[in-house]
């Protein structure tokens, strides 16, 4: 393995370390961002309401990459200042379909150990409860991918094998 800024003693990327901090030929920031800290992110289900409310009618893709917690919590949502929709309302109005990294769904080796088909991914084992939860009472299209499509993409690319 070829060692790149960012990565964990594992070997693994830390994915937005090393994104965050990426520079261009002229030094400038790839992706440039405010937020420096963690503590100076909003609350994320306020956000989200925030953001599907100002978004027209079934144009909102969502792309969960970790555990459920903030979007089963959105499920629970009252009228706020963003919308005057409950719950799953704002959801239903405003979102196409939810697409998920939460499974493995074919016999997998990769980021350094051997999956088997129906082995709890990290995603779901992080928040159970809200796992269940969104899988049970989402409003719209629930995409699921497997760990074995993350686990054939190699990070970087510039690092692939020649």
């Known amino acids: 393995m070829i060692p790149i800024p960012g990565t964990a003693p594992d070997g693994s990327v830390l994915y937005t370390r090393y994104l965050s901090g990426l520079r261009g030929a002229s030094g400038s ?3 440039p961002h405010a937020l420096t800290n963690g503590e100076q992110a909003r609350e994320a289900v306020s956000l ?27 499920l629970d949502t009252r009228a706020d200042v963003h919308s005057d929709l409950d719950g799953l309302e704002p959801v239903k109005k405003k979102v196409r379909f939810l697409a998920v990294m939460a499974g493995v769904f074919d016999d997998v080796s990769g980021f350094g150990q051997t999956y088997r088909r129906g082995t709890p991914e990290a995603n779901i084992l992080m928040d159970i409860g809200s796992a269940q939860r969104l899988f049970e009472s989402w409003p719209t299209e629930l995409i699921a991918s497997g760990l074995e499509i993350g686990a054939s993409i190699v990070f970087p690319g510039c690092h692939l094998p020649a």
């Open 48 to 74: 989200l309401r925030e953001t599907l409310s100002n978004q027209p009618d079934k144009s909102v893709v969502l792309i969960q990459i970790g555990p459920s917690t903030n979007l089963s919590r959105l």
């Open 29 to 31: 920031l790839v992706f």
